[in-house]
Structures are given as C-alpha cells and as structure tokens.
C-alpha cells in the first residue's frame, strides 16, 4: 500500500456508512460513541417522501481544496442554519491523484460543522476520474471512479456512478456523464424508469 493512500486511510478511519430506517420526520438524531457523548456530531432526519414541506439545498461544484474552496466552506458554515441537504455535484478536490489533497480536502471538511450536521450527496465530475485504485475513497465517499475499471469514456455502468434519492417532496436523480446514455443503454433505461415511477397527482 503507498504510503499517501495509507496516511489517508489512516486520517479518516472513523468515517463510517450507514443505514438507519424508520426514522422519524424532522427530528435531531445524535451520532453517539463511547463513554464522551458531548459534541457528538448529529443531524436531522429528512421529511417524509411526499410531504409539501419547503426544504433548502445547497447544490455546489468545483469545490476543489484552494483559498477559494476553504472561503466557500467557510460560507456555508456561517450560513448553514436552514439548509436540509448539500449536493455537491462534482469536481469534488481535484486531487490529480495526489492523496495528501483528500487528506487536506477532508481536514477542510472537519473544520466546519455544516460537514457533520447536513447530508451530503455527490455527483461525479470530469475532474474525479482518478488514473489508481484509492480504495478508501472509493468505499468512504461510494466515489470517485476508479478509471482502472472504467473504458474511458465509456461504459462505467455499475456501482453508484448515477442515482436517485427522495427527500421530502422531491425526487434527485443524479446521473452520470462518464456512463453511456444512448437510448437502450442501461442509463438511459434506469432514468426512464425512474421518471415514470414519479407520482404527479
């Protein structure tokens, strides 16, 4: 293992998924551990599908991790009361496969509590198309690509390279310029599936 991917590994091992269900709408949930549950991180739950609720998104790109990067999140953070989710929608730290980025990228990250409290959701930009293997990006943000696996461009047809996610009353589909949208192709036929399972009454 190189040492960058190691340092990386290492840096943010306590990053974790998962999956909790049946939650209760709109309300605080603390992510507790260990005998010191003071500060511990926590968010809130989305509104329930359908709701009519008004909810607030950030949608960003081009975060990157330069003095431009550290003054939006530092925005965000000052101005984060409000805001229910942030989709960040690619070209996430145009690392150029230098690891010590996404450790600086991540750091920048902790710093705030927006990153700790608010959802976050990623979409793939051109610049996240990483030439190694970084298995804990890959396993701690469900991306970048892996272009070792992909036939660039195209097709990059299986994992989380688009997807969709309800939150309150709306539906996001993110979908995914580095996979093949023909008609046919199974982008092109999940998003047409998708689209017809949305409810318009």
Do not use: C
Not at 10 to 26: C, F, G, K, V, Y
Not at 48 to 69: C, Q, W
């Amino acid at each position: 293992m190189e040492d960058a991917e190691r340092g990386l590994r290492q840096q943010h091992w306590d990053m974790t998924s998962t999956i909790a269900a049946d939650l209760a709408e709109r309300r605080r949930r603390y992510l507790k551990g260990g005998e010191d549950n003071d500060g511990a991180p926590s968010f809130v739950t989305a509104p329930a599908p359908g709701n009519d609720s008004r909810v607030k998104f950030v949608i960003m790109g081009d975060l990157g991790e330069r003095t431009h990067s550290y003054e939006t999140v530092a925005y965000l953070d000052a101005h984060r009361e409000g805001i229910n989710a942030i989709l960040l929608v690619g070209d996430i730290a145009y690392t150029q496969n230098d690891h010590d980025i996404w450790d600086k990228w991540f750091d920048m990250l902790d710093a705030t509590s927006f990153a700790s409290e608010i959802p976050l959701q990623i979409a793939t930009g051109n610049h996240d198309i990483e030439q190694d293997v970084q298995p804990a990006i890959i396993e701690t943000m469900k991306g970048p690509i892996d272009k070792s696996l992909v036939d660039y461009p195209l097709p990059y047809d299986f994992g989380n390279a688009y997807y969709a996610f309800t939150y309150g009353p709306a539906r996001h589909i993110v979908l995914s310029s580095y996979s093949n949208m023909d008609p046919g192709s199974k982008q092109y036929t999940w998003l047409v599936d998708q689209l017809n399972e949305v409810d318009r009454s």
